[in-house]
């Protein structure tokens, strides 16, 4: 028994030496960044990569004032949230009446989807910004949010409606016999089970949303509208000599996401597995 449970601990070495690794792999850089964002710029030169002699805490006021990160966050703020809410509502409707209704040419649906989804943004890029400009959505929040909607869409509808597939509908059915519309049937039944799987949706459309540059680049002209990828962009360019103002700035852009993910990575893990995206 010894000799079983010795051998066991032996096979799974090999695991942790790489779990470990990658984990050095992704902290380290993190780590090194965030004692660069407590030094002054004398001290960053001299020790670029050790933990700081003098914590200097001023560095993330004076970056989040020069900077312009309270503007620049309030609209990635407004962009991620109305991106989820739309994809979540509309990808979850559609992926319930795609695994659910099954209404006709459903399967032709998701292939079109499918291929759609596999063409670059920019093949597509000068003609939609034609088509914006000429719709009065260019430079404007509403406008952005709705090419975010379109282009995470297919992701939500292919995870959900694989999520839904899983489930057996006799609860649904029930309620159904019981007299509930299929707008009840939606909200009071499968929402409670798609939980997990929009709760994923959420936060991967969340994490590419924030972390979004180049389309709002183009379709955004105004500073006052920009995301925070931006403004940190034109921050790097004023600040390029000061390191520590920088390292501070992207500590503020990246800690956000950090703190939902690492609170909410359970959820997402669970929302994978089950959609079938393994």
């Known amino acids: 028994m010894i000799h079983r449970l010795f051998g066991q601990r032996e096979n799974l070495a090999p695991n942790y030496i790489i779990l470990g690794l990658l984990c050095a792999f992704a902290v380290i850089?993190?780590?090194?960044?965030?004692?660069n964002s407590l030094k002054s710029n004398l001290e960053l030169g001299e020790n670029s990569v050790g933990f700081p002699r003098q914590f200097q805490w001023s560095n993330y006021p004076d970056a989040w004032e020069q900077g312009g990160f309270a503007v620049t966050m309030t609209n990635s703020v407004i962009f991620v949230v109305g991106t989820v809410t739309g994809v979540v509502v509309l990808g979850g409707m559609a992926a319930y009446a795609l695994?659910?209704?099954n209404p006709r040419g459903s399967n032709l649906y998701m292939i079109y989807m499918l291929s759609l989804s596999t063409i670059p943004f920019w093949l597509y890029a000068v003609p939609l910004f034609i088509l914006w400009k000429n719709l009065s959505l260019l430079n404007t929040r509403f406008g952005l949010i709705v090419i975010y909607i379109a282009l995470n869409s297919p992701f939500a509808i292919f995870l959900l409606r694989s999520f839904l597939v899983k489930f057996p509908p006799d609860f649904e059915d029930a309620a159904r016999v019981d007299g509930a519309t299929?707008?009840?049937v939606l909200t009071k039944v499968v929402l409670p089970i798609m939980w997990p799987g929009l709760l994923t949706v959420a936060l991967v459309v969340a994490l590419g949303v924030w972390g979004e540059f180049q389309i709002a680049l183009i379709f955004m002209?105004?500073?006052e509208k920009m995301p925070l990828t931006t403004s940190y962009f034109n921050f790097m360019r004023?600040?390029?000599?000061?390191?520590?103002?920088t390292a501070a700035g992207a500590i503020m852009m990246i800690l956000p996401v950090l703190i939902i993910f690492m609170g909410?990575?359970?959820?997402?893990?669970?929302?994978l597995t089950q959609?079938?995206?393994k």
């Not at 004023?238 to 103002?245: A, G, H, M, P, T």
């Not at 909410?264 to 929302?271: D, I, N, S």
Request: proline share 3%.
């Open 275 to 277: 959609g079938g995206l």
């Open 182 to 184: 299929e707008v009840q």
């Open 29 to 35: 850089p993190i780590l090194i960044l965030g004692f």
């Open 99 to 101: 695994a659910r209704l």
């Open 221 to 223: 002209q105004e500073d």
């Open 264 to 271: 909410l990575q359970r959820r997402f893990v669970e929302g």
């Open 238 to 245: 004023r600040f390029s000599r000061d390191w520590s103002l």
